[in-house]
């Protein structure tokens, strides 16, 4: 049962109501802090393998936590039937971790360098869902069949978004808000124009790393004061010089921080319908890959 359930479960299992109730608390507690404050990375390591078997080592340490107090206890307790702690264990759970997911917050792997200085190849990061409101996407399988959006709030410019991609409903996509509904946009020699005004870019130096090789590390700065960096790793590419966008209404034009590296709304992403928008990224707390994350742990503001 602690398998299933956890310390909760088990606890309930050998009839000791008041360690279940400590254990989910204590659970909860550590689970939020943990995530707050972020997982710690071994410099170097790989550890992506060894975290798709977590799931197994939380088993064997809930039912490690379990067993010593078996024996102080006896199971003749109402909830530590079979079918009881089953739906004790289900109604404490399964729908309150959907619920979070659905409307609150929701985790996501960063799978390519496209975002790269701000988000790198094996980062774990939290989107808001409830920032921009809820759309279908919000909901696994489709459970909130809504045209649009509820209690929509805009992105603002800068916004670290997951969206679904407009061709590929069922693929998630992580790029920065650009372009709002109306503007003009195009790069010219690598340098973005917003409604005809090239944005503020500083040169920062070289940036370097095993996912992007040499490159120069530049901080732009959009009409609303957000700042970040952005890495550029030749001159001349294929999205530095473009034709000019006009966003149509209710879109919004996005790219990646890799800009030299990054499918976006210059390429195959087109303009992206608000009712896309899936979540804001607010919060990294872990990178599977061994890389250092602290210094952009929070996603608000970066290169500021």
Known sequence: MSVFGGPFGGFLWIGSGKLAVISLVLTIVVGIALCWIGFPVLSGKDLSGPANLSSVGLAILSVALVVPFAHRFKPDKWYGHGLSVLALVFMTSYPVAFAIRSFLFQSFSMPSNS?????????????????????????????????GRVFGVAPQRGDIVVFRLPS?????????????????????????????????LEEIGPYSSDDTGPAKQQRETLPNGVSYFIVSLTDGSVGDDTMAWTVPEGHYFMLGDNRDNSSDSRFRVGMVPFENLVGKAVRLFWNSKGKDYSSRQTLDGQGK
């Open 115 to 147: 975002m790269v200085p701000t988000l790198v190849d094996g980062d774990y990061f939290f989107a808001s869902k409830f920032a921009y409101g809820y759309c279908r996407y919000s909901v696994p399988f489709g459970l909130l069949p809504v045209d």
């Open 168 to 200: 590929e409903p069922s693929t998630d996509y992580v790029k920065r808000v650009i372009g709002l509904p109306g503007d003009k946009i195009q790069m010219i020699g690598g340098l973005l124009h917003i409604n005809d005004v090239p944005v503020r």
